[in-house]
């Protein structure tokens, strides 16, 4: 028996193909790659699936909600109808030119401040409209953030829709009403000349230009010397519709002077010297010294005895207020005739003595007047006594007439 060796020594096996052996790679190859992407169409579907449900979900939440909204729109809702009404009556104003509004300023700068007024954007409030009077900067004016007032709607900026605001409009209105009620009332004001022309000079009253012809100033000074100066004025017309200011420094120092009558002494400086006389500044007021009120001794050449800028006293003779015009003298001053031009010096010291003598003198003729007046006008049925006592022409009463001064006060029934 031959051995099992020799028994497969004459066997052949034929050689493995390489092309079985590469299809099976490339089968075993394919099948793996296939898991992956069968595993990815499984994901893609439970994802359509979940978006599916999703959208469904909020599709049926949005039926639900409009139905809710078709038949019961208010239903949880705490904000009502009225109460959206009068958040729009509370936050809603007229916009127009001219009208009015409430607002707070929240930022200011060099150019003037933002306000909120409750509009779609902010209001402005430009610098030159922050005052009626001239000034630089809003904080001037008292205008800081956290003020609340009344603005006056003044236009509108085209490159943002913004409202443009003002003050200035407001105060403007306020000043002529104040100017109306001042005048009414006869008040003496305080005027800042700020300009001139050739009949007269520009005042400030009120945050308003005035106008003060020469000839309602006092004083014999000249545009340039009252520039930038404070005087007293007065109102002789407020007229706002053709915008018309006048004023008086006439009258307003006549009204200062009100309380000096006749015979008072009051300290003036010469203003100025004419043929006729001298011109006195009395506090602001210009008096005449006529030439013939100078001194009891003629005057014939008032330079002799005056000079501009001295100081003298000097009586008032008469004062004209409505006419804002002061006569005075120092002649009614003179102890003796003639003191004024020897001896002014003694004039003035003596004056209030003087003026106190005058004063008296005036009183006797006036009641001298007084008494002539009434004896001899028998029709009055009084008559005065040669003592100055007032009495009744009936013969059936005392010459001395009647004494009232025993009689008893009438009593309460």
């Not at 200035?168 to 009620?181: F, G, T």
């Not at 005042?203 to 006092?218: M, W």
């Not at 203003?271 to 001794?297: C, E, R, T, W």
Request: hydrophobic share 40%; charged share 25%.
């Amino acid at each position: 028996m031959a051995t099992l060796a020799q028994q497969f020594g004459g066997l052949r096996c034929p050689p493995l193909s390489t092309t079985r052996l590469s299809k099976h790679h490339t089968n075993s190859a394919r099948q793996t790659q296939r898991k992956p992407n069968s595993v990815r169409v499984v994901s893609a579907v439970a994802i359509s699936n979940a978006q599916t449900k999703e959208r469904e979900e909020l599709k049926q939440m949005f039926e639900e909600a409009y139905e809710r909204c078709r038949t019961s729109p208010m239903e949880g809702v705490s904000f009502t109808l009225e109460d959206f009404h009068a958040a729009l009556e509370k936050y809603d104003f007229n916009s127009e030119i001219g009208t009015k509004v409430k607002g707070l300023v929240f930022h200011t700068d060099v150019n003037g401040a933002l306000v909120d007024i409750t509009a779609k954007s902010s209001a402005v409030l430009p610098v030159r409209e922050a005052c009626i009077y001239n000034i630089k900067h809003v904080e001037e004016a008292g205008i800081v953030p956290g003020l609340q007032d009344e603005f006056m709607i003044i236009g509108e900026n085209e490159a943002d829709d913004s409202l443009i605001l003002s003050l200035r409009s407001i105060q403007y209105d306020l000043a002529w009403e104040r100017c109306r009620q001042l005048q009414a009332e006869d008040v003496v004001v305080k005027g800042k000349v700020v300009g001139a022309n050739k009949g007269g000079v520009v005042a400030i009253v009120e945050g308003l230009r005035g106008f003060v012809p020469f000839s309602q100033i006092s004083t014999k000074s000249n545009a340039e010397e009252l520039l930038d100066k404070e005087f007293p004025l007065k109102f002789v017309e407020v007229d706002e519709e053709q915008t018309r200011l006048i004023l008086s420094n006439r009258k307003a120092m006549a009204d200062s002077q009100a309380q000096l009558g006749i015979g008072s002494v009051v300290v003036g400086t010469v203003q100025s010297l004419k043929p006729y006389g001298a011109f006195i500044d009395i506090g602001g007021m210009n008096g005449l010294l006529h030439v013939s009120q100078i001194s009891h001794d003629r005057v014939a050449d008032i330079a002799t005895v005056l000079q501009p800028g001295d100081t003298l006293k000097v009586m008032i003779l008469s004062h004209d207020r409505e006419r804002g015009r002061v006569s005075l003298s120092t002649k009614k001053l003179e102890p003796t005739p003639g003191d004024m031009i020897r001896n002014p010096k003694l004039v003035f010291e003596k004056a209030e003595e003087m003026a106190q003598t005058f004063r008296q003198r005036i009183a006797q003729a006036e009641a001298m007047a007084r008494a002539d007046m009434l004896r001899f006008q028998p029709e009055s049925g009084l008559t005065l006594n040669s003592d100055g006592i007032l009495g009744t022409l009936g013969t059936e009463l005392p010459a001395e007439g009647l004494d009232l001064s025993d009689i008893p006060p009438a009593e309460d029934s």
